[in-house]
């Protein structure tokens, strides 16, 4: 089924018709990945709720974006919070500072393009363009850091076991979850649920990229936030910025990488790091495969 359009939510995307390696399909109407949803319409949810037949939603944000722009109410459907990382970087013991360093100011970037237009960002944008403009700053290595740091962090790691756990409950209706811009988080959930499902990794990318080519907009936005007319070598900025959350296929590639590296396979992470063990991934695939 592919991109949905609606008014007040970006980046909308049925995985349903995605063929798995085995030649079965993602079914329609069954999991279904976002941007916010704050800023639905009515009709938007009239989409949802009666038309894609959404029964759960899963937000992956932190307790601070979630605050600032909350989930619409519907009724109906239930809302789940399960943040992928929390604002307190600082109280995951197991980061050295340079690592914690990286999940903030990353963090700081998604704080400016949840919060438009809110004077008190400031001090984030300061802080993330101070990142940019430093000498040694190489953007493709800072996002494999980044991901790196993702797969080996156990608080990610139980929030993405949740994730699935969450999943494989499920009897009837469809599945929404969703970050800030549909990207980054929801990114991750949906690539390890697709390979789970049997996808394969080139299709796997495929979907990653043209989820990241409808942020486009949250881009320019951030990009012009960060680095304004006012800026000195305010568009080489950009392009370097836009390095980071413009469409980089090596960014999945290397989340993908990085699990390689550390846990010799996809399918070893799945089972040793996120838990998924035969009996929910049999479940996942009669829920939401035909």
């Known amino acids: 089924m592919g991109s949905i359009q609606l008014k007040g939510v970006n980046n909308v ?10 030649g079965k399909v993602v079914k329609e109407k069954k999991l279904i990945r976002s941007g916010c949803l ?19 939603i899963i937000d992956l944000r932190t307790r601070q974006e979630r605050k600032a722009h909350p989930d ?19 109280g995951v013991n197991i980061f050295t500072q340079e690592e914690r360093d990286v999940l903030e100011r990353h963090m700081k970037a998604l704080f400016v393009v949840s919060h438009r237009k809110e004077e008190y960002t400031e001090k984030a944008i300061q802080e993330v363009r101070d990142m940019f403009q430093a000498d040694d700053f190489d ?7 980044m991901y790196h740091k993702f797969i080996n962090n156990q608080i990610i790691q139980k929030q993405i076991r949740q994730f699935f756990t969450m999943l494989a409950k499920r009897h009837e209706g469809a599945v929404l979850w969703h970050c800030s811009e549909g990207k980054d988080r929801s990114g991750i959930c949906t690539a390890l649920l697709l ?26 936005y951030l990009l012009e936030k960060l680095f304004p007319g006012s800026v000195p070598g305010n568009l080489e900025y950009q392009a370097i910025a836009r390095r980071i959350f413009g469409v980089k296929t090596c960014y999945i590639e290397a989340f993908f990488d990085a699990i390689e590296k550390d846990y010799v396979s996809i399918d070893n992470y799945l089972q040793k790091a996120v838990e998924l063990h035969v009996d929910n991934l049999v479940r996942l695939k009669t829920l939401y495969l035909e």
């Open 139 to 145: 953007p493709e290595a800072y996002m494999a850091r």
């Open 38 to 56: 704050n800023q639905a319409t009515v009709e938007d949810l009239r989409t949802l709720t009666e038309d894609l037949k959404v029964e759960v």
């Open 195 to 220: 390979y789970a499902l049997g996808v394969s990794r080139e299709d796997i990318v495929d979907n990653y990229v043209r989820s990241a080519e409808s942020s486009e907009d949250a881009v320019d």
């Open 72 to 90: 619409p109410q519907i009724k109906g459907v239930s809302n789940i919070w399960n943040p992928v990382f929390m604002e307190d970087i600082q």
């Open 13 to 22: 995307r049925d995985l349903g018709g995605i063929m798995t390696r085995d």
